[in-house]
């Protein structure tokens, strides 16, 4: 087992990378404590080669590894990638590309919604993970042969698990489905949320117009100081002080204190003065600047019993063609669908509208009746 913890080390590893055609990647990390997360280990594996990263080591720079990940004749293997790519991005400032999600392609190949790493493996290769090391701290030093052995098993399976779910793909021809949603992962926005988009992330469903504005800058506020200060949200300060505060709109130190999220001194603090200086800047804006917010008063009535059949309908094609639900349509998605008969949306176009967008139409419109059979639900197409 290959750990690497010198950067001539990395060097040598790296350009025995070089011209392969994939390489599967997975990362240890802590986040528990920060905003950003802290690297621990990174590893590697390649058709012929494999190693663990130790980032954490004196001297160590990972500048050859991230060339590697920047390089666009190899494919990057993950599992749930999202956090992954986080990582990385915040150090290159680049999403390694191309990228293939296993999580997806076996969405895509039938295996369920969001098949979690250990239970892929078994399912694809036959092998069992050894849990034990899953919760293991590992920014700590020395780690076991045991936590390192675990560790390159989740390259070393991903290896095998990309093969075989890549020629299933071909197989059947779904390897554009998951290109598609590989493309969808190469957005910049899923991984670093600019301060000022910041209030997007917030349920805004019951928010007044009025108190928009000061949601919005406090929001920002808060997405900066956790940035600049490498520290959760939730330590700067919660959701529930932010919804408050665009809700009592202070003007004042004395009225910053009678909120009741805001703790006894904290009005006279310099983080108090700068809550009230967003949330005054919030009152501030213009009205043209406000977003315009979806409000469910005024949207059509989603028919109870539409919905209820086209959940049905969705998991029955879903399962005729083998493929997890939540890779076709969301629960938003059916809701859309049942208000409108040509919405907008994923699920009414290219594959999807193939597997389930025509026939959730062809329901709506009376063209498919349920039918009962031997203990299963089939849809027939009625002549209209």
């Known amino acids: ?39 621990c280990l990174v590893q590697v594996a390649s058709p012929t ?45 680049e999403v390694p590309a191309p990228l293939f ?27 069992a993970v050894d849990k034990g090391s899953r919760f293991t701290d590992w920014s700590k030093r020395p780690l076991s042969d045991k936590q390192l052995t675990y560790a390159l098993g989740d390259v070393t399976h991903l290896r095998d698990i990309y093969l075989k779910l890549k020629a299933q793909l071909e197989e059947t021809g779904r390897l554009p489905w998951v290109e598609e949603e590989m493309n969808a992962l190469l957005s910049e926005e899923l991984y670093f949320i600019k301060p000022a988009q910041a209030w997007k992330r917030l349920k805004l469903r019951n928010v007044k117009r009025r108190e928009i504005g000061p949601l919005m800058k406090l929001a920002e506020w808060r997405e900066a100081e956790a940035q600049k200060r ?7 300060i919660k959701d529930d002080t ?5 809700r009592q709109r202070p003007t004042s130190t004395k009225a910053l204190a009678a909120c009741r999220s805001i703790s006894k001194g904290f009005e006279s603090s310099s983080q108090g003065k700068a809550l009230l200086e967003a949330v005054q800047a ?28 086209l959940r049905v309908l969705l998991k029955r094609q879903c399962e005729h063609h083998q493929v997890a639900p939540k890779l076709v349509a969301s629960a938003s998605d059916l809701e859309t669908i049942a208000r409108y008969d040509e919405p907008d949306i994923p699920a009414m176009k290219g594959w999807r509208r193939e597997v389930f967008g025509d026939a959730a139409l062809d329901l709506k419109a009376g063209r498919l009746a349920l039918k009962l059979q031997n203990g299963n639900i089939e849809f027939i197409k009625l002549d209209t």
């Open 101 to 127: 999600d296993t999580q997806i392609a076996a969405m895509a190949c039938g295996y369920g919604d969001q098949i979690g790493y250990e239970p892929l493996v078994k399912a694809v290769t036959g092998a």
């Open 49 to 93: 080669t494999e190693a663990i990263i130790d980032p954490l080591s004196e001297g160590m720079d990972l500048a050859p590894l991230l060339e590697i990940l920047s390089d666009q004749s190899i494919v990057k293997v993950f599992h749930a990638a999202r956090q992954d790519i986080e990582i990385f991005y915040t150090l290159m400032k």
């Open 282 to 309: 919030g009152i501030d804006l213009p009205e043209d600047d406000l977003p315009q917010l979806e409000r469910q008063g005024n949207l059509p009535q989603v028919p109870a019993d539409v919905l209820d059949m």
């Open 1 to 39: 087992m290959q750990v690497l913890t010198s950067t001539s080390d990395l060097e040598e590893f790296c350009s025995a990378l070089k011209g392969a055609p994939f390489i599967t990647v997975d990362t240890e990390f802590m986040r528990e404590r920060t905003y950003w997360s802290r690297l």
């Open 242 to 246: 932010i919804y408050e505060l665009a």
């Open 230 to 236: 490498d520290l959760p949200r939730g330590r700067i």
